[in-house]
Structures are given as C-alpha cells and as structure tokens.
T-cell receptor
Framework: NAGVMQNPRHLVRRRGQEARLRCSPMKGHSHVYWYRQLPEEGLKFMVYLQKENIIDESGMPKERFSAEFPKEGPSILRIQQVVRGDSAAYFC?????????????FGPGTRLTVT | AQTVTQSQPEMSVQEAETVTLSCTYDTSESDYYLFWYKQPPSRQMILVIRQEAYKQQNATENRFSVNFQKAAKSFSLKISDSQLGDAAMYFCAYTKGNTPLVFGKGTRLSVIA
C-alpha cells in the first residue's frame, strides 16, 4: 500500500511566479490536510479538504493561496505570485476518517524556495 | 483554542540510555487524541505513538512509551535503550478527532555514541 505521495519534492520559483504542489493521499483515504513548516518551527495547519469540498481553510492566507481536492486526481495547493516569505516545507497528510484514532499519515513534503 | 507546548527545545541522551520528552496541552474537550511524530533529517513525518484520551492505559510501541496524565494535561514520551537512529526532531500533536492536528514547536533530540 503506497504511502502519501507529494510532488515535486523541491520547487524553486522566482518572486511573482505561481507554485503548484500536488498530493495523492493513501489508497482509501478521502481526507487531506495541508500543513506548512517554516525553518526551525513546527507544522502549522493550512487547509482541510474532502473530495470536492473544503472543510476548513482557517489556516490558509486569504490572498494568493487556494486548494482543491477534485473527484479525480490529486489535491492541489496553489500559491499565486509567490513571495520570499512563502519559502517553506509544505506537507500533505491523509486520513481515512473511518477509524477510531484519527491519525494522519504524512507525505515527504515539498520544499518551496522563492528566489 | 487548543495549544500544545514542548518546553525542551533540545535534549541529548547517551546511546542505550533512556530519555523523556515533555509535552503539555490545553483543551476543554474530554475526548481527544494525542500523538508523537518523529522528523529525521529527511524531514519525513513519522508517527511514533498515539494515545486516546478515553484510555487510561499508557500507550507503548516497542522502545517508545508515553506517560499520559489527563488531569495534568501532560503527555510525555519515553525512549528506552536509545539508538543513533532516534536522533531527530520530535513533535507532540493534538486533535479532538475531526479537526486538524495542532503541533508543538518540537524537541531536537541528539543521541551521543
């Protein structure tokens, strides 16, 4: 059973460009979370999605950031007009939600560098 | 809002010895779930151990065990027989079950050969 997949693993963008980060959850998982980790800090929640629905986006900046989880295909975190402060590691986690422990399984992360 | 506090930014332990990492949290919920995640230099987040708040028995996974004190809102991780591969950042995390994880700031563990 493949784990959570994220691509690309590393992404370099110039200021003003767009960044697209992809996440494929574990098989059978229909809940996806995105987290951001700044250097030397813990993970901070950004957005929680189920298939075709955004459940909670309270941690995501209202401008330039958007997320989707379509019926088919991976979840996408999109950052428009990137700035240097967007440089961070972005992690995706998935959960089956049918279990009793609510644990989340993480992908390897995408390290975004804005130059 | 729920918060998770890890008061030890860095810890070190001799190989084969035991170390305890501290975590406290704040919540008004009675049912919730606590986790310890390990993040090695590869930055992959690895689930180490989980604890359901409704369970009185402390969780154990091989060399890893927790001391869960619900009244004190404390959730410490004990690593026994420490190995070089245990060196990593360790994050304590909380969820009430249908919400995103809330993480502490982490403890960097060094293992001395």
């Amino acid at each position: 059973n493949a784990g959570v997949m994220q691509n690309p693993r590393h992404l370099v963008r110039r200021r003003g460009q767009e960044a697209r980060l992809r996440c494929s959850p574990m098989k059978g998982h229909s809940h996806v979370y995105w987290y951001r980790q700044l250097p030397e800090e813990g993970l901070k929640f950004m957005v929680y999605l189920q298939k075709e629905n955004i459940i909670d986006e309270s941690g995501m900046p209202k401008e330039r950031f958007s997320a989707e989880f379509p019926k088919e295909g991976p979840s996408i975190l999109r950052i428009q007009q990137v700035v240097r402060g967007d440089s961070a590691a972005y992690f995706c986690a998935s959960s089956p939600r049918s279990g009793s422990t609510y644990e989340q399984y993480f992908g390897p992360g995408t390290r975004l560098t804005v130059t | 809002a729920q918060t998770v506090t890890q008061s030890q930014p860095e810890m070190s332990v001799q190989e084969a010895e035991t170390v305890t990492l501290s975590c406290t949290y704040d919540t008004s919920e009675s049912d919730y779930y606590l986790f310890w995640y390990k993040q090695p230099p590869s930055r992959q987040m690895i689930l180490v151990i989980r604890q359901e708040a409704y369970k009185q028995q402390n969780a154990t996974e091989n060399r890893f065990s927790v001391n869960f004190q619900k009244a004190a809102k404390s959730f410490s991780l004990k690593i026994s027989d420490s190995q070089l591969g245990d060196a990593a950042m360790y994050f304590c995390a909380y969820t009430k079950g249908n919400t995103p994880l809330v993480f502490g700031k982490g403890t960097r563990l060094s293992v001395i050969a």
